[in-house]
């Protein structure tokens, strides 16, 4: 059973990185719409919004309560995250509340645990749940009506279908930190790696599909990400079937070595885009987004090199 002190941790250090990750979600979904759509539009954001809203709320619990890991992995934010908001509301002429930003680059670590935040990290878990089923709700919506030519979005299916597992995924760990869930750690790295291969894959693949075509060197770097990474999500998910304890060390590296690369190349992405280096059709908050998810990604790999 978790004790106080990691369900408190965990539970804000996910929030942080998850409440963006899914506050960007729905811009994304905001500004793919046609206008035939404009309900969907409002709908998200609606969302990106009341995330927003819950990301503020837990930023203020999370002060001098999380990790000096978690604030120093630039899974939270990055160097590039307030100029990218700002330049995406300049393309899209809708406000991103940058007050957020600002408020977690002032994140402190600490120990300050107590009752009563383990009682209000409880409710918080609670509200975030609540907004996981809507958003997980709409996605799958909007997804269902995109494959049955019901909708056109500017997002790919595959986009679309790689959110709402990411909403998923979030929403499962509040569920196991509610329930103060063990966790067989050995399955956990497994799983894990196999889920976050993909995402990188993906990543690579949607960056590669956004470069405008004389962009080949580039094109051809998020091709070649896109090749590793796949055959990183067969080997990790040959790995999770057969649970040995031989695979994790030599899996947990060769990803480790992989996402350092392709978060190097994202970061580099994002400078480019930011600097007007880089043709493409990738707004500059999708960059930055990508950039976090490998971030995190790497923080996990790290714990799990400990564990191997």
Not at 97 to 107: C, R
Not at 206 to 216: A, H, N, Q, S
Request: glycine content about 4%.
């Amino acid at each position: 059973m978790l004790s106080r002190t990691d369900f408190i941790r965990q539970s804000l250090e996910t929030h942080l990185f998850f409440g963006r990750i899914m506050k960007e979600h729905s811009f994304f979904l905001q500004t793919s719409f046609t206008p035939r759509d404009e309900k969907f539009s409002k709908r998200a954001d609606e969302l990106r919004l009341a995330f927003g809203e819950f990301l503020e709320d837990c930023i203020v619990l999370a002060n001098g309560v999380i990790s000096r890991e978690a604030i120093a992995s630039g899974e939270i934010i990055t160097q590039y995250t307030l100029d990218v908001e700002r330049q995406t509301e300049f393309y899209t002429g809708i406000q991103l509340n940058t007050k957020i930003t600002q408020a977690e680059k002032g994140l402190a670590p600490g120990n300050d645990f107590n009752p009563m935040l383990e009682r209000r990290v409880f409710t918080l878990n609670r509200r975030a749940i609540s907004l996981l089923d809507s958003i997980i709700q709409f996605k799958n919506t909007i997804l269902n009506d995109v494959l049955s030519c019901k909708m056109f979005t500017m997002n790919y299916p595959l986009l679309i279908d790689h959110i709402l597992r990411e909403a998923r995924l979030y929403r499962r760990l509040i569920q196991r930190l509610q329930s103060r869930e063990h966790i067989n750690i050995q399955r956990e790295i497994f799983e894990q790696e196999a889920f976050w291969n993909q995402i990188m894959a993906e990543h690579a693949k949607f960056i590669r599909g956004l470069l405008d075509p004389t962009e080949v060197e580039l094109f051809n770097i998020a091709d070649r990400f896109g090749h590793e990474f796949d055959k990183l999500t067969i080997e990790s998910r040959e790995a999770l079937d057969r649970a040995m304890a031989a695979d994790c060390s030599r899996l947990t590296a060769d990803s480790l070595q992989a996402t350092m690369d392709i978060r190097d190349f994202k970061a580099q992405g994002t400078a480019g885009l930011l600097e007007c280096k880089i043709k493409s059709i990738i707004i500059p908050l999708l960059a930055d987004h990508t950039l976090r998810e490998a971030n995190h990604f790497l923080r996990l790999l790290k714990i799990f090199q400990r564990q191997c």
